[in-house]
């Protein structure tokens, strides 16, 4: 995952002026999915977008959007213009919240449609010797990538937590060749995030 120098936050004595503590919650899910990270508020949209892509475990295989104060923001393709949407390596955190913007929407792979809640819960200054964005907590694991939308995630959590279920084997098969391993809806692995988030931070 690249950055450009124009989206990195600036330090000053190996401090980052101010952070925002964002909570990131995947709409409709109960138990809810959720994460928590302190961002730099010089981080870009852009730099947002990789941050969620990190903490949910998301693969940034699909397109995405922000919606946040009225207005909309992505990546522009310029073989399809679309006057709506801002680039959201144009914007920093930091505009929208002196805007009075706390509360965001971020959609992910238009398709299935994973629609996150993005709230601002607090700014504070950085920690010295403190590297952002960083992991704070979050809980459950996101659903896997392609697999249908909300609709289609709750038909494979009852499919593989049921044997006799007439899908188990070929959701639990499918998984396991895309990722490697089972999927056990409350095993968030919180150290792959914080690496995620880590190498951001570098």
């Known amino acids: 995952m690249e950055l450009d120098s124009a989206q990195l936050p600036r330090q000053h004595g190996g401090m980052i002026d101010q952070v925002a503590r964002i909570r990131i919650s995947l709409i409709d899910t109960a138990p809810e999915i959720w994460r928590r ?3 730099p508020l010089e981080a870009s949209l852009k730099m947002l977008h990789d941050i969620i892509q990190g903490a949910m475990g998301w693969m940034d295989y699909h397109l995405w959007e922000f919606e946040a104060g009225g ?5 522009p393709d310029p073989e399809w213009p679309d006057d709506s949407l801002s680039a959201a390596s144009t914007i ?9 913007v706390r509360q965001l929407l971020y959609t992910y792979d238009m398709g299935d449609n994973w629609e996150h809640s993005i709230t601002v819960e607090a700014v504070e200054d950085g920690q010295p010797g ?12 996101a659903p896997p990538e392609d697999v249908g939308g909300m609709p289609g ?4 959590v009852d499919a593989i937590a049921d044997s006799g279920h007439p899908g188990h084997q070929e959701a639990t ?5 895309c990722y490697g391993n089972s999927f056990d809806p409350a095993g968030f692995d919180e150290l ?3 690496l995620r988030i880590g190498d951001i931070a570098k």
């Open 192 to 194: 792959a995030a914080k």
């Open 71 to 75: 207005k909309r923001y992505g990546l």
């Open 37 to 39: 990270v302190d961002v």
């Open 130 to 141: 403190v590297k952002y964005p960083r992991y704070v907590d979050g809980a459950r694991r």
């Open 92 to 100: 920093k955190l930091k505009v929208l919240i002196d805007r009075g």
């Open 153 to 156: 995630f709750e038909n494979f």
């Open 173 to 177: 098969s499918w998984h396991f060749d």
